[in-house]
Each structure stands twice: as structure tokens, then as C-alpha cells.
């Protein structure tokens, strides 16, 4: 069983040790924490109550432009799932809750980067209704590679 909330200034080193395991060039403890205390940010984390409430993945957002009639933006910055926790649902909830929030926030276009050979998350992010619109050449280091934007527009 998962549960989503905010994270909190204190996540930051079990947020940032999930960072770790996931990707080549991971935020740090002290990035994660300053992007908690920003504003128009909005970052959850999912948590197992079948292992004492453990966090076992995030996702950290910025948006903008709420107040606009036609909705705002919104960037995914970094999105993970502790790899002990992966295949099990968990990213599917915490999605499930981002574009739950997102909505209360009057969000209705999401951008983000991932690696083009990344095929269990760009599969992900197609069920969700994000589409490929372009290629950011040698986007990321160790290894060198590609990135595809990915955009989701939620309909009126």
C-alpha cells in the first residue's frame, strides 16, 4: 500500500540516495532542499506503509502560470522510484497524484527530458498521455546521450 504527500526539507538525503541509484548525474542533498523551499514548486513523495512509511521515490516539479484562463505549465525536474521498489506500482501512484494536484492547480501542459533509451519510462509516459516533440542533442553526460521532450496538454 502507497500513500503520497509533500516532501519536506528533511526527505532531502532520502530523496537524494533514490537520485543516486537512478541516474549518472543525480541532484544533491543541499539542490533538493533548496528546490522543497522554493516557490511554485511542487514535489511529493511516495511513501510503503508496508515498510514503516519508507520513502521509495519522488517527484519535484516547477510550474508556472496557474492564474492564465487557458491553465498553466509545469516541467517534471526529477521523477524516481527507489529500484527496490520498482514493478510494483508505485510510479503509477505517484503520477496518479501529480496530475491530481496539478489539476487543483489549474496546470494543463507538462514538459520533461528522458533519455531516448530510457524505454520503460518513455512507455510510462506515453500511457499518460505525454507525446514526443523533439530531441535535445547530447543532453546527458556519463554516458553521453540524447534526451527526448516529452509534452502532455490535458484537454478543457
Do not use: Q
Amino acid at each position: 500500500m502507497f500513500s503520497v504527500r509533500d516532501a519536506k526539507p528533511e526527505d532531502s538525503t532520502v530523496i537524494a540516495s533514490i537520485e543516486e541509484e537512478n541516474f549518472s548525474d543525480p541532484w544533491s542533498k543541499d539542490n533538493i532542499e533548496g528546490f522543497i523551499l522554493s516557490e511554485h514548486t511542487l514535489s511529493l513523495v511516495i511513501l510503503d506503509s508496508e515498510n514503516g512509511d519508507e520513502i521509495i521515490g519522488h517527484i519535484l516539479t516547477t510550474y508556472a502560470g496557474e492564474s492564465f484562463p487557458e491553465g498553466g505549465e509545469s516541467e517534471i525536474d526529477t521523477f524516481a522510484i527507489a529500484n527496490e521498489s520498482k514493478g510494483r506500482g508505485a510510479g503509477k501512484r505517484l503520477l496518479e497524484e501529480y496530475f491530481k494536484r496539478l489539476s487543483e492547480l489549474n496546470i494543463k501542459k507538462t514538459a520533461l527530458e528522458v533519455r531516448v533509451s530510457n524505454e520503460a519510462a518513455i512507455n510510462i509516459y506515453k500511457k499518460y498521455g505525454f507525446r514526443t516533440v523533439n530531441t535535445r542533442k547530447n543532453f546527458y553526460k556519463d554516458p553521453d546521450e540524447d534526451a527526448y521532450i516529452m509534452v502532455r496538454e490535458e484537454k478543457n
